[in-house]
């Protein structure tokens, strides 16, 4: 059995099909891209997977455990719901950092709530754990700085050590440097490089198509809800067999 599995998932808002039968899975320790032109539903997968948005079909499955199955007409409390949200991790584009907060208060912000809730979480360590993940991030001299007075790459290593604190099952990243210049991607996709190293399971939605090639396992080609292609990265970018996939990849070349 995968250590992901997406079955059938369907969205619709409105009249709009925005996913029209996803499926697809991974393993663990694997990277995932996901890779497709604007509008394609690479953003509304990632909020079904994080449960930011409930499909309206399908199911999801991670480890053994049964996440969601439309199948099952039973309504999720909230309590319920920010439980299956902890398997995944979400890195936005626009960072999304509590401007009050310094680095380490966002990163030490999530856990320490939830340590009110859940007995097992050990409260002390919480910032000894967000230290160590701006030391992996490369911010050891960026603790108690506030989001104004950080880099937009720095701002976005921040936000990657806050989604690693809860320890999630998978990391999702969406579009993570598109709101950054040439200079602070590099930053980013340098952390997510070694991220990979060490055999992090990732979903990464992705413009960076050399990125996708070199450190993804899997490539996804999303194009109006489908998968149009998908299988392993460097054959899905660098010898596509579909024509729409060709279509969109020339303009990467």
Same mark, same amino acid.
């Given at each position: 059995?995968?250590? /992901?599995?997406?079955?059938?998932? *369907?969205?619709?808002?409105?009249?709009?099909?925005?996913?029209?039968?996803?499926?697809?899975?991974?393993?663990?320790? @694997? +990277? +995932?891209?996901?890779?497709?032109?604007?509008?394609?539903?690479?953003?509304?997968?990632?909020?079904?997977?994080?449960?930011?948005?409930? %499909?309206?079909?399908?199911?999801?499955?991670?480890?053994?455990?049964?996440?969601?199955?439309?199948?099952?007409?039973?309504?999720?409390?909230?309590? !319920?719901?920010?439980?299956?949200?902890?398997?995944?991790?979400?890195?936005?584009?626009?960072?999304? /950092?509590? %401007?009050?907060?310094?680095?380490?208060?966002?990163?030490?912000?999530?856990?320490?709530?939830?340590?009110?809730?859940?007995?097992?979480?050990?409260?002390?360590?919480?910032?000894?754990?967000?230290?160590?993940? /701006?030391?992996?991030?490369?911010?050891?001299?960026?603790?108690?700085?506030?989001?104004?007075?950080?880099?937009?790459? @720095?701002?976005?290593?921040?936000?990657?050590?806050?989604?690693?604190?809860?320890? %999630?099952?998978?990391?999702?990243?969406? !579009?993570?440097?598109?709101?950054?210049? %040439?200079?602070?991607?590099?930053?980013?996709?340098?952390?997510?490089?070694?991220?990979?190293?060490? *055999?992090?399971?990732?979903?990464? +939605?992705?413009?960076?198509?050399?990125?996708?090639?070199?450190?993804?396992?899997?490539?996804?080609?999303?194009?109006?809800?489908?998968?149009?292609? @998908?299988?392993?990265?460097? !054959?899905?970018?660098?010898?596509?067999?579909?024509?729409?996939?060709?279509?969109?990849?020339?303009?990467?070349?």
């Amino acid at each position: 059995m995968s250590f /992901l599995e997406v079955k059938n998932i *369907k969205k619709n808002f409105g009249n709009t099909e925005v996913l029209k039968d996803i499926s697809f899975d991974m393993d663990k320790g @694997q +990277v +995932v891209s996901v890779i497709g032109s604007s509008g394609s539903g690479k953003t509304t997968l990632l909020r079904c997977l994080n449960f930011l948005e409930t %499909p309206d079909s399908g199911s999801i499955r991670i480890k053994d455990e049964l996440l969601f199955d439309s199948s099952v007409n039973t309504a999720l409390s909230e309590k !319920e719901i920010r439980k299956k949200r902890l398997h995944f991790g979400l890195v936005f584009q626009s960072f999304n /950092l509590f %401007p009050q907060y310094t680095a380490i208060d966002n990163i030490c912000l999530a856990p320490s709530l939830l340590s009110k809730e859940d007995p097992s979480i050990d409260a002390s360590a919480i910032r000894d754990r967000a230290y160590e993940l /701006l030391i992996q991030m490369g911010l050891s001299n960026r603790v108690d700085n506030y989001p104004h007075e950080l880099s937009g790459g @720095q701002q976005q290593r921040v936000a990657i050590a806050r989604a690693l604190a809860l320890n %999630p099952d998978i990391l999702c990243f969406d !579009e993570p440097t598109s709101a950054l210049n %040439p200079e602070l991607t590099g930053e980013v996709l340098k952390v997510i490089r070694e991220l990979a190293d060490k *055999k992090t399971t990732m979903i990464i +939605v992705t413009h960076e198509m050399s990125f996708a090639r070199d450190v993804s396992d899997i490539a996804i080609f999303m194009d109006k809800g489908v998968i149009v292609e @998908q299988g392993p990265s460097k !054959e899905i970018i660098d010898s596509p067999r579909l024509e729409r996939t060709k279509q969109f990849l020339a303009y990467y070349r």
